[in-house]
């Protein structure tokens, strides 16, 4: 089957703790970047092992390489720095991630982590799945006000050298041997929140164009997809240790981002915060929805009954062969640590691959 498989995941794993203990001690100067990267790999290693022995298709490298799910890959594009958060807040998360800030002319001129997708492919058996942050992530949080004026007097400039600069990085991926990316996306999610859209008015932006402007900038880096090349985009409404950003189904954005030329979409369903599941009637036909109904905000299990109704339910709406299932986010989208505990999310993952079992064969 090509992916989305039937049971698959969003991408970051549990950091184990004594990767971050390393990280620590490189950041305090105590390891080596080589030292840090054997501590990785090792890490890596077994997690490669365990996705495949509970029967996961699609193997991820967990984003152990990573402090933000989005940051350590923006900030290596060119004329992309960060500053500290002024965008919409994760509630009850104290610490806050930083913005992406364009301080000059975008481009990639030089590949960006495929090496950490190199070492993956060199371990797995199963396919080898790399998440990277889709472009919108480097507009959403701060808008018009992280973009240079200098550099982009009009953003149209902005966008096609961003898309430009995409294009060459999903080239190198390509080359890599890479198969399977994921686009991660939490704009169109974070669009169905006015608050969100408010924001988006202080940092000068007319909130009621973005889905929009996002869907065709992603459309324009897919534009010469590789043959042979997956490619699917995730969505939700933010998760920081357990906390979130936004609430708000996804009836007004789900035309836009339908339009994407993705082969699957994996959305957040896993509470009342994302509505219901009636936007889905407008996914085009042929085209996969991954159900994320098993929450990683949380350690409490799901019950696998309720999880088979909800993909019923579902199924009003999209054909059931073009479902899936899988959680609603990664376990750790950053270093800081995870609300699910390394138990808790193997647990998850497997009750995500018995159901698929049992729903599909």
């Known amino acids: 089957m090509k992916p ?51 029967g996961l298709e699609s193997i991820t490298e967990g984003e152990f390489g990573r402090d933000w799910w989005h940051i350590d890959f923006l900030t290596q594009l060119d004329g992309v720095t960060t500053r500290a958060n002024y965008g919409p807040q994760f509630g009850g998360a104290g610490d806050q991630p930083p913005v992406a800030t364009v301080t000059d002319k975008v481009d990639c001129s030089k590949p960006i982590m495929v090496n950490q997708f190199e070492y993956l492919q060199s371990i797995v058996r199963a396919t080898p ?16 006000k992280a973009i240079s004026s200098d550099a982009y007097p009009e953003l149209d400039e902005f ?12 080239v190198w991926f390509a080359a890599a041997g890479c198969s399977y990316l994921q686009l991660d996306d939490v704009a169109f999610s974070y669009l169905c929140d006015p608050a969100v859209r408010e924001n988006c008015r202080r ?20 534009a010469d997809k590789p043959a042979g090349m997956t490619v699917t985009m995730h969505t939700c409404r933010g998760n920081f240790r357990g906390a979130w950003v936004a609430e708000g189904g996804y009836e007004a954005v789900a035309e836009a981002m339908f339009s994407i030329d993705v082969d ?32 990683t905000k949380v350690g409490k299990m799901e019950k696998k009954d309720l999880l088979k109704r909800r993909i019923d339910a579902a199924a009003r709406f999209v054909p059931l062969e073009n479902l899936c299932l899988s959680p609603q986010c990664g376990f750790s989208s950053t270093h800081h640590g995870a609300a699910v505990s390394e138990v808790g999310q193997w647990r998850k993952l497997e009750l995500v691959v018995d159901t698929a079992h049992e729903v599909w064969g």
């Not at 703790?17 to 990280?23: G, H, Y």
């Not at 799945?129 to 018009?144: D, E, Q, W």
């Not at 966008?159 to 999903?170: G, T």
């Open 4 to 54: 989305p498989f039937r049971a698959d995941h969003v991408g970051s794993l549990v950091r184990p703790p004594e990767l971050a203990e390393a990280r620590a001690q490189f950041a305090d100067g105590v390891l080596t970047a080589e030292e840090l990267a054997n501590v990785e790999h090792k890490a890596i290693a077994a997690i490669v092992r365990r996705q495949e022995s509970i």
């Open 129 to 144: 799945k790399f998440t990277i942050p889709s472009p919108s992530m480097l507009h959403i949080r701060g808008g018009r």
């Open 159 to 170: 966008w096609a050298d961003v898309s430009a600069a995409y294009r060459k990085a999903i």
């Open 203 to 222: 940092n000068g932006d007319d909130p009621k164009p973005l889905a929009r402007r996002y869907a065709d900038t992603i459309n324009s880096i897919l």
């Open 264 to 295: 699957g979409f994996f959305m957040e369903f896993d509470s009342a915060r994302a509505g219901t599941f009636e936007p889905l009637r407008f996914l085009p036909e042929g085209k996969k929805a991954v159900l994320g109904l098993v929450t």
